[in-house]
């Protein structure tokens, strides 16, 4: 069974347990996730160039949550990062939110993590400025994740970050050398100032009364690129959950399988239907907000200064892969008839689709029934 299938079972129960706590952006999850690939308004048309066969297909959904959508979506954007890769080492440095500022992202979340981008990234093009080993512009991306492999409620953001600066003024690549490119502690205590200091001072927001002194930042060398890129895409588009590692639901208990951090071993958590739905959903972002974002040198209107640094390292010695092609995946369908590709003819609507409003009110009305 997958998570559509137990939330279109389960809504009316899970309307009733978290009616207070469901937002406007679940909300238009939920309606996006139930009508996906099922009683869409609209249909996408395909023709067989070898039998001439023609079929329509209920249209995806698209929602950043939904976990049967947007795979091409992810492939395209990681080969996009790919694209960027620098042939140096790579550095993953990871902002966890403290556990006593957690309600705060749940009520206001989009203040929450344009405060977490914002202050992290200034921490580290600081502490990249005043590196004796950098002492220049560096590059990172950022990724935001709102939970754990439990999936619990635990927001962090990772960025990747390759080991060297460009130095504008004497136009030189400066390589950070050893296994460490900032000492952890230091960017926590930084970090944690940086980000008080936004929420109180910026945005006014009022902290509880009892703060951890000590925050966690963890900088890791993770090696190449490319590996930690693959990490980081795996949430981006297609939900917190694949319908993969729903493992059974029984009497109204969902399990799950996730990969215990600790001990690299699987485990299974096992939870009544209406958590279940509401761990999952509880991790919907705001509408708009941009989880991933690009820094320095990996902007995407640095493209050229990139290239200036890879004929530098070329002209060093550095041997890399050439750079893979960056297009968009094109979406395939293979016919029912003859199993070949088939050919995208158009979009067009469909007259035995239920209307938007009547979707709508059965996600918002928990005794409504179908």
Not at 140 to 146: A, S
Not at 235 to 256: A, W
Request: glycine share 4%; proline share 5%; hydrophobic share 40%.
């Amino acid at each position: 069974m997958t998570f559509i299938d137990i939330l279109r079972d389960h809504l009316d129960a899970f309307n009733q347990a978290y009616e207070q706590q469901i937002t406007s952006s679940m909300q238009q999850a939920i309606h996006a996730m139930l009508s996906c690939r099922s009683n869409t308004e609209r249909t996408s048309q395909w023709a067989c160039q070898s039998c001439t066969h023609i079929a329509d297909f209920p249209l995806s959904c698209g929602h950043r949550s939904c976990p049967q959508c947007q795979h091409n979506t992810t492939i395209d954007w990681l080969a996009k990062q790919q694209a960027k890769l620098l042939p140096v080492e790579y550095y993953m440095v990871t902002f966890t939110l403290p556990f006593e500022l957690r309600v705060i992202a749940k009520h206001q979340p989009e203040s929450m993590y344009q405060a977490m981008f914002w202050g992290a990234a200034s921490v580290l093009k600081e502490f990249a400025k005043n590196s004796k080993q950098l002492g220049g512009e560096i590059g990172f991306t950022g990724v935001l994740h709102t939970h754990n492999r439990r999936r619990d409620f635990h927001p962090h953001i990772h960025f990747i970050i390759p080991a060297g600066s460009f130095n504008k003024d004497k136009k030189q690549w400066r390589k950070s050398k050893g296994k460490y490119l900032f000492n952890a502690f230091n960017l926590a205590t930084v970090w944690r100032a940086r980000l008080l200091e936004l929420l109180t001072n910026k945005l006014g927001i009022k902290l509880p009364e009892h703060l951890p002194n000590k925050w966690v930042v963890d900088c890791q060398h993770v090696g190449k690129g490319l590996p930690a890129l693959k990490y980081l895409s795996r949430y981006l588009y297609r939900g917190v959950l694949p319908d993969k590692c729903i493992t059974s639901v029984v009497n109204e208990q969902v399990s799950f399988e996730y990969q215990n951090s600790q001990t690299k071993t699987t485990e299974i958590r096992t939870l009544p239907v209406t958590e279940f739905l509401w761990l999952v959903l509880q991790h919907v972002l705001p509408k708009g907000l941009r989880r991933v974002r690009d820094y320095g040198l990996l902007r995407g209107s640095a493209a050229n200064l990139r290239q200036r640094i890879r004929l530098m390292l070329a002209v060093a010695g550095v041997v890399f892969a050439p750079l893979e092609s960056s297009t968009k995946t094109q979406a395939i369908r293979p016919c029912p008839c003859c199993k070949q590709p088939m050919k995208f003819m158009g979009v067009h609507g469909n007259k035995h689709a239920r209307p938007t409003s009547f979707i709508m009110q059965i996600t918002r009305e928990p005794n409504a029934t179908v």
